[in-house]
T-cell receptor, first 114, second 113 residues
Framework: GNSVTQMEGPVTLSEEAFLTINCTYTATGYPSLFWYVQYPGEGLQLLLKATKADDKGSNKGFEATYRKETTSFHLEKGSVQVSDSAVYFCARRSASGGSYIPTFGRGTSLIVHP | DAGVIQSPRHEVTEMGQEVTLRCKPISGHNSLFWYRQTMMRGLELLIYFNNNVPIDDSGMPEDRFSAKMPNASFSTLKIQPSEPRDSAVYFC???????????FGEGSRLTVL
């Protein structure tokens, strides 16, 4: 079936450090790929997305590239801030039986220290 | 613009009581999802609707859980009777057709004592 695997957290970094959160997905069909962010006490919100191979999604300094050859969609940011502390979810969404079923990873907690 | 609206934000109840969670999706969205989030199991899809019709409820844990969507602007998730293991944050999300992003509500935190 469809699945998304992302690295376990927590990831703990100092401010201005480089961030990578790994995400791989099952290659069934031609999914759209997403990164969502969840701040404490809130719901998930879209951070960035990519809809086809080699697309790069970007937002707020975060980037992720849709890599079909490695079935990956790793999240990166060159310089993290304390305000980036949150839980990050990788997700895929593709057609199945005529309905677009979303699949989420387990989430990776990011803690950024000043 | 109003996002997905969920109520109540917090609910504390005793084991055996009925719990009803409510969701108002974004106007114009035709798909609605109910998720449960816990530390142990992460984010679980419970059920989703397309055009008010339940498409897949295989994620509903057991018969104590039921969900309805009587019209395009309202959905409920009911737990009867509730148990302590149902304690979690329940999210509703909506989206329009295709493989686009989901829009989540702020969640309903349920505590069953």
């Amino acid at each position: 079936g469809n699945s998304v695997t992302q690295m376990e957290g927590p990831v703990t970094l100092s401010e201005e450090a480089f961030l990578t959160i790994n995400c791989t997905y099952t290659a069934t069909g031609y999914p759209s790929l997403f990164w969502y962010v969840q701040y404490p006490g809130e719901g998930l919100q879209l951070l960035l997305k990519a809809t086809k191979a080699d697309d790069k999604g970007s937002n707020k300094g975060f980037e992720a590239t849709y890599r079909k050859e490695t079935t990956s969609f790793h999240l990166e940011k060159g310089s993290v801030q304390v305000s980036d502390s949150a839980v990050y979810f990788c997700a895929r969404r593709s057609a199945s039986g005529g309905s677009y079923i979303p699949t989420f990873g387990r989430g990776t907690s990011l803690i950024v220290h000043p | 613009d109003a996002g997905v609206i969920q109520s109540p934000r917090h609910e504390v109840t005793e084991m055996g009581q009925e719990v009803t969670l409510r969701c108002k999706p974004i106007s114009g969205h035709n798909s609605l999802f109910w998720y449960r989030q816990t530390m142990m199991r992460g984010l679980e899809l419970l059920i989703y609707f397309n055009n008010n019709v339940p498409i897949d409820d295989s994620g509903m844990p057991e018969d104590r859980f039921s969900a309805k969507m009587p019209n395009a602007s309202f959905s409920t998730l009911k737990i009867q009777p509730s148990e302590p293991r149902d304690s979690a944050v329940y999210f509703c999300a909506s989206t329009s057709g295709g493989a686009g992003e989901l829009f989540f509500g702020e969640g309903s935190r349920l505590t069953v004592l």
